[in-house]
Nanobody, 126 residues
């Protein structure tokens, strides 16, 4: 059974940084576009960032609110995708989910991935 397991969440002050990881098992991420999503309390889940496969040049795509602050990366050997989050704001508080899909990075912003992780909580205090 495919598993995506997120880690690295926690409590951080505004302006701080966190690095999220998503480790995949029973799935080779080299064949998938990988993405990060988040869901804040009382809100719908939203797209954060995605990175395509090597075939598509490892292209990345971000939602406007995180551009310049968040960086998505992948390590196909470790079968892991990362989300480096800098200059965190209270509005970044959410459960962050990892996803894997056979689509482009930009398309992942509007289509659900094929596989989801269970999420990791990120809380940014003001």
């Amino acid at each position: 059974q495919v598993q995506l397991v997120e880690s690295g969440g926690g409590l951080v002050q505004a302006g701080g940084s966190l690095r999220l990881s998503c480790a995949a098992s029973k799935l080779s991420i080299r064949s998938y576009t990988m993405g990060w999503f988040r869901q804040a309390p009382g809100k719908e889940r939203e797209f954060v960032a995605a990175i395509s496969t090597s075939t598509s040049g490892f292209s990345t795509y971000y939602t406007d609110s995180v551009k310049g602050r968040f960086t998505i990366s992948r390590n196909n050997v470790e079968n892991t995708v990362y989300l480096q989050m800098n200059s965190l704001k209270p509005e970044d508080t959410a459960v962050y989910y990892c996803g894997a899909g056979r689509t482009t990075a930009q398309a992942m912003s509007v289509t659900d991935p094929d596989y989801w992780g269970r999420g990791t909580q990120v809380t940014v205090s003001s």
